[in-house]
């Protein structure tokens, strides 16, 4: 596996340094607000930060990418990276879980690892349609249902795709603007994007095998119900969180407490 096999690359280096890197997979919507990345790599100067997006791979000709082929992509970047030294952090948030934990597996065959979950989620088909839902309901009131997800992943893709696309349509012209399709191509590709991920962590069969000998700790305000795909409770730790955590933007005093975790001890 190397780069050249994506449109794009599925990392982007935020802060130099070289020593006990720390690789965050933390794709938030379409906002202003700065991410758990952006964020860490300002809490924590001189340590080398990576942001795992591979939403812009997601966006090229590609329509579907597994998830273990995205790990691998990730992983292959950053160990050409030249901060690959001490222990290396892998922080997932919410849905970008399985693919931390992949990525992580990848790199503990050879160094010592860390992978922190945070609010891990696992999804699946509710979630997927959940999404495609609300994002075809910013076009209007959403009166198609969601492709069948269990056709091959390119085609449900497509689909999903399409749906979006005669949505907009249907919208420009009833509002006699036929020529500003154009306007909603980089929103439509990006719902996309999103939706390929969301199916790839759906149709991805995380293992004990895909962690290796990661350390695993599910950071958490729910301890009592977290879960961790593929793997035994005593397999993982748990910590819990100091507040309730709200949908939406990472809040500051999150960053913080995770920023804790990273630390030299």
């Not at 190397?2 to 690359?9: G, I, K, Q, V, Y």
Request: net charge negative; proline share 8%.
């Amino acid at each position: 596996m190397t780069r050249s096999d994506l449109d794009e690359p599925v990392l982007r280096r935020l802060s130099p340094g070289d020593a006990d890197p720390i690789l965050v997979a933390d794709f938030q919507a379409l906002s202003m607000a700065p991410r758990l990345s952006e964020m860490l790599s300002e809490r924590l100067p001189g340590r080398p930060v990576f942001q795992i997006d591979p939403i812009g791979a997601l966006s090229g000709k590609r329509l579907y990418i597994p998830l273990p082929e995205l790990a691998e992509a990730c992983a292959d970047e950053f160990l050409k990276s030249g901060a690959d030294q001490g222990r290396v952090y892998v922080i997932g948030h919410c849905s970008s879980s399985a693919v931390a934990l992949r990525v992580a597996g990848l790199l503990a065959a050879t160094r010592p690892v860390t992978a922190l979950l945070v609010q891990p989620g696992w999804p699946d088909d509710e979630l997927v349609r959940e999404k495609f839902d609300e994002y075809l309901g910013k076009f209007g009131p959403a009166t198609r249902s969601c492709p069948d997800l269990d056709g091959d992943p390119s085609a449900v893709v497509a689909a999903m795709e399409q749906v979006f696309q005669d949505e907009v349509t249907a919208l420009a012209a009833g509002r006699g603007l036929g020529g500003t399709m154009g306007a909603f191509s980089d929103l439509i590709v990006w719902y996309r994007g999103w939706l390929a991920f969301l199916l790839a962590g759906r149709n991805d069969t995380s293992s004990t095998e895909a962690v290796g000998r990661t350390t695993v700790t599910a950071l958490t305000d729910s301890p009592s119900t977290v879960e961790v795909k593929g793997l035994s409770r005593d397999a993982y730790q748990v910590v819990e969180l100091p507040t309730t955590q709200p949908a939406g933007p990472i809040k500051p005093e999150l960053t913080e407490f995770i920023a804790t975790q990273v630390e030299p001890r």
